[in-house]
Nanobody, 131 residues
Framework: QVQLVESGGSSVQPGESLRLSCVTSGFSLDDYFIGWFRQAPGKEREGVSCSGNDRLSTSYVEAVKGRFFISRDNTKSTVYLQMNSLKPEDAGVYYC????????????????????????WGQGTQVTVSS
């Protein structure tokens, strides 16, 4: 049974950092395309960052480039999202998602980083950014 469990969300002030973790089980992380998504109140869920199976191909939504970094530790079956210099507009519920696809190359990873491409979802973790 595929499971994704996020943690690490918290309430922080602008400029601070957080690291989200997504512990996966029921599948081999190597074989899955992974993404982080967020949803703010009243807004659609958007792709924040995705990671290809090669762990080198990554994509980021323009608003977080240079501040957020996705990584995966296959030995721990865990995916991370390091979030630096947080802004109020980064607030929302962050979801980890997985798809049984082999996706590599930054162009394809970016094109596939959309909610409809993912089959499995975690329950989400809340991030609040306010002063």
């Amino acid at each position: 049974q595929v499971q994704l469990v996020e943690s690490g969300g918290s309430s922080v002030q602008p400029g601070e950092s957080l690291r989200l973790s997504c512990v996966t089980s029921g599948f081999s992380l190597d074989d899955y395309f992974i993404g982080w998504f967020r949803q703010a109140p009243g807004k659609e869920r958007e792709g924040v960052s995705c990671s290809g199976n090669d762990r080198l191909s990554t994509s980021y939504v323009e608003a977080v480039k240079g501040r957020f970094f996705i990584s995966r530790d296959n030995t721990k079956s865990t995916v991370y999202l390091q979030m630096n210099s947080l802004k109020p507009e980064d607030a929302g519920v962050y979801y980890c998602a997985a798809a049984p696809l082999r996706i590599t190359g930054p162009v394809v990873v970016k094109a596939m980083c959309a909610p409809g491409e993912f089959r499995y979802w975690g329950q989400g973790t809340q991030v609040t950014v306010s002063s």
